[in-house]
């Protein structure tokens, strides 16, 4: 059975930074891409990062690029995801979702197995 688990989440104030992490189980993470995705109160889940299956390809949301930086340990079957200069509009429950493939991108269906999300929350 495939599990992720998302922790490092919490209340931090705009301007702050904040690391994420996913762990998988059940699966060695090394042959799939991971992503992030975030959904805000009254808002639909939206992508924010993509990593293919060596770590040597990302993406980004453009709202996001330039501010968080996603990364994997593959030993520690273990997704990352750095926030720095987080923003009010940050705010939202962040899911990893494990792909089908080696890479993947924004589109959900390219994902078949998710976390329960971790809550970011950002105050001004």
């Known amino acids: 059975q495939v599990q992720l688990v998302e922790s490092g989440g919490g209340l931090v104030q705009a301007g702050d930074s904040l690391r994420l992490s996913c762990e998988v189980s059940g699966r060695t993470i090394s042959g799939y891409g991971v992503a992030w995705f975030r959904q805000a109160p009254g808002k639909e889940r939206e992508f924010v990062s993509t990593?293919?299956?060596?770590?040597?390809?990302?993406y980004y949301a453009g709202s996001v690029k330039g501010r968080f930086t996603i990364s994997r340990d593959n030993a520690k079957n273990t997704v990352y995801l750095q926030m720095n200069t987080v923003r009010p509009e940050d705010t939202a429950v962040y899911y990893c979702?494990?792909?089908?493939?080696?890479?993947?991108?924004?589109?959900?269906?390219?994902?078949?197995?998710w976390g329960q999300g971790t809550q970011v929350t950002v105050s001004s």
């Open positions: 979702a494990l792909a089908r493939a080696i890479v993947a991108g924004r589109d959900e269906r390219d994902y078949n197995y």
């Open positions: 990593i293919n299956y060596s770590g040597s390809a990302t």
